[in-house]
């Protein structure tokens, strides 16, 4: 916006919302224009409390658009964790569901829990276990649920329950024309579909229902075991580390989950420093144990930790305040396979100093085992998910050093990426699922009322 834009006298509030309004005035704009990776400066943010409040957020949005005669940014934001930095804008409305932060457990023998779209994970994790549920979510437990929700979701649990996206059961949607609606198989079910990983470019999803498992307590009577090892290599042999990697996790169990995070050790050696989380979903048995052992032999271990904990414990919630300060930069694919391709464009990049480490999880699993129409997430052959995190100063290069292997690919989690062009965007669904997606669009915010997305 120009600066005459900023100025532009805009519709006047509706009495209902002016109780909730955050302006640049207010002493509250600092700790809410921001998300976790990006600073905010938007005109007005909205912290709305109840679905009568987002329908009158949207419709006054659309308000504002029609009067100024051209579309302003409006960003949704539940967590503020977002990658994608779409959750924030510069000079236009942020509706903040925060305030919407609900964990009810609905069902509690058939794992059926309610939960609004302000909540984050952590604090979801926490609510549940005492009913000794679990439900697979982001790596940190301040992420919102309704990002991630709508937009995949490959947890720490991804092997054992597969996306987030996949357990949703039903949901309750604002669209751009303010109405609520009621979304699962049989009501509006073109829009369930697309809420699950079409992210909020077809509506504001308020409220979710979703499918958790049970998990029996150990002995001890801890809620919701968790076996955690963590394990540091030093590796001179990338290839053979890699493909040893590999093999152990694809023959264990779906019970266990590992993901990677290389970086070099330093710019003179060869030597990688390898750090593995490798996670068992229940009470720790001989199983787990032999796959613990036999991880430690995958190569020379400089560090090695195991603990028992409960999965709230793991992704609990600090609850920290966002100021914009995490300036990374990411880039992420889904692959099939490890393969000499994929090695020399990891040898590449680990030689770059913008590059800060790469992050490499196995993904095989309940992912594979729906059909390809079963939601928005187009790449169900994928099993393997790599992502490059570097200095954002330099992303004009990190794009070039990872474009070997998206082009090498099967396609990109899009809520995981600080890329958003629209050739990233492109990659983030198959051409049959943006069509779809589209569609849906079109059918409910044609105008695009909703903007700060990633478009199908």
Request: hydrophobic share 40%; glycine share 8%.
């Amino acid at each position: 916006m120009t600066d005459g834009d900023n100025q532009q006298k805009w519709p006047a509030l509706p009495a209902a919302l002016r109780n909730i309004v955050v302006t640049r005035n207010s002493s509250k704009y600092e700790s809410v224009s921001s998300n976790y990776f990006k600073e905010g400066h938007p005109r007005l943010v909205f912290m709305a409390e109840n679905d009568e409040h987002v329908s009158l957020v949207v419709e006054y949005a659309e308000n504002v658009q029609r009067f100024v005669g051209h579309q302003i940014p409006f960003s949704v934001r539940s967590g503020g964790h977002g990658i994608t930095n779409y959750s924030v804008n510069d000079d236009g409305i942020i509706i903040d569901l925060s305030q919407m932060s609900q964990v009810n457990i609905l069902d509690e023998a058939k794992g059926l829990i309610e939960v609004q779209s302000g909540a984050v994970w952590g604090d979801v994790a926490d609510k549940i276990s005492k009913a000794d549920l679990v439900l697979s979510s982001g790596d940190f437990g301040d992420t919102g649920v309704g990002g991630l929700a709508t937009s995949g979701g490959l947890g720490l649990l991804v092997r054992k329950q597969g996306l987030t996206t996949d357990r949703i059961l039903g949901a309750t949607v604002i669209t751009a024309d303010g109405m609520k609606r009621n979304v699962n198989k049989e009501e509006n079910s073109d829009l369930f579909w697309a809420i699950r990983d079409g992210s909020s470019q077809v509506g504001i999803v308020t409220e979710f229902i979703f499918q958790a498992d049970q998990v029996k307590p150990a002995k001890t009577g801890q809620k919701v075991p968790i076996g955690l090892q963590k394990l540091s290599y030093k590796v001179s042999d990338l290839s053979n580390f890699l493909f040893a990697w590999h093999s152990w996790i694809i023959s264990a169990t779906e019970n266990m989950s590992s993901l990677l995070m290389l970086t070099k050790s330093d710019s003179t050696s060869n030597i990688i420093s390898v750090q593995a989380t490798n996670i068992w979903c229940g009470e720790k048995t001989n199983l787990c144990e032999k796959y613990f052992t036999d991880a430690l032999n995958i190569a020379k271990v400089e560090k090695q930790d195991e603990s028992n904990l409960s999965y709230h414990t793991l992704v609990q919630a600090p609850h920290l305040p966002h100021k914009g300060a995490n300036n990374v930069y990411v880039k992420n694919v889904l692959l099939t396979k490890i393969d000499d391709y994929l090695l020399n464009a990891l040898h590449t990049m680990l030689k770059s100093s913008a590059v800060m480490g790469i992050e490499v999880r196995a993904i095989d699993g309940p992912i594979n085992q729906l059909p390809p129409d079963f939601d928005a997430w187009s790449f169900r052959e994928a099993t393997l998910f790599v992502a490059v995190w570097g200095d954002a100063t330099q992303s004009s290069l990190l794009n070039q050093l990872f474009k070997p292997i998206q082009d090498h690919g099967c396609g990109v989690y899009g809520a995981y990426s600080s890329d958003t062009s629209e050739l990233e965007t492109a990659k983030s669904w198959s051409r049959d699922t943006r069509e779809r997606l589209q569609q849906v669009v079109k059918k409910y915010d044609p105008k695009h009322i909703i903007n700060q997305s990633r478009y199908a």
